[in-house]
């Protein structure tokens, strides 16, 4: 049975990221690395505005930012409102590519089912190894949603990032994103209803820069 000093589980870049921060501390620290999504990493562009982070979330996500804009705008009620604030496009393909250089192949599995500990030893589906510490963001983190690209002649216009259309809401959604990237094609993304006084009050910058605090 193969021995990690740390497993981390849970979906979507939060994941991988930690195990960035911690192997760029330490290099030889054994982590395994249990997603639940179909790829490591998952396959939703994460935007996050810039001056939420902290310093040392700044430089790790630096090496992934693939796109950024100055400002970016929310609606609701029928009303559009602009933020002077930057975000910046985040693609989890980079950070999956950073750590098969960190990790390698076999210390990262998709897809993994339930993850369970019990006297150091971690189990998926499928699989098992021994872990001194197991980290568990699954609870910190909602249903990853939905999100597509399309290509539409009439995003022309949208030079800016929606971040939350409330108005556009459904059954199990509280609202809808808008990512343009450029080139007439436009990311939308359903974000899930959230539950629970901890989901409705964190976002992906406040989780982050707990994770990269010490």
Do not use: K
């Amino acid at each position: 049975m193969a021995h990690y000093d740390l497993a981390i589980h849970g979906s979507g870049l939060l994941p991988g990221l930690l195990a960035c921060h911690l192997l760029h501390h330490d290099p030889q620290r054994r982590v395994l690395l249990l997603s639940s999504d179909r790829v490591v990493c998952g396959e939703h562009l994460e935007p996050v505005v810039a001056g939420r982070l902290s310093p040392a979330s700044t430089a790790l996500v630096d090496p992934f930012v693939v796109a950024s804009w100055p400002a970016y705008l929310e609606t609701r009620g029928g009303e559009t409102e602009r933020f002077e604030e930057e975000v910046l496009l985040l693609d989890p393909q980079q950070v999956h590519l950073e750590l098969l250089e960190l990790l390698g192949e076999d210390c990262q599995v998709p897809d993994c089912g339930q993850v369970a500990s019990d006297r150091a030893v971690v189990t998926w589906q499928g699989g098992n190894a021994e872990a001194d510490r197991l980290v568990d963001l699954s609870p910190l983190q909602g249903p990853p949603g939905e999100s597509e690209i399309v290509g539409m002649a009439m995003v022309r216009h949208l030079d800016l990032p929606v971040l939350a259309d409330f108005d556009a809401s459904g059954p199990w959604w509280e609202a809808c994103q808008y990512l343009p990237l450029g080139d007439e094609r436009l990311v939308i993304r359903r974000l899930p209803r959230r539950d629970g006084l901890l989901a409705t009050q964190t976002t992906f910058e406040s989780l982050l820069n707990g994770l990269t605090s010490n």
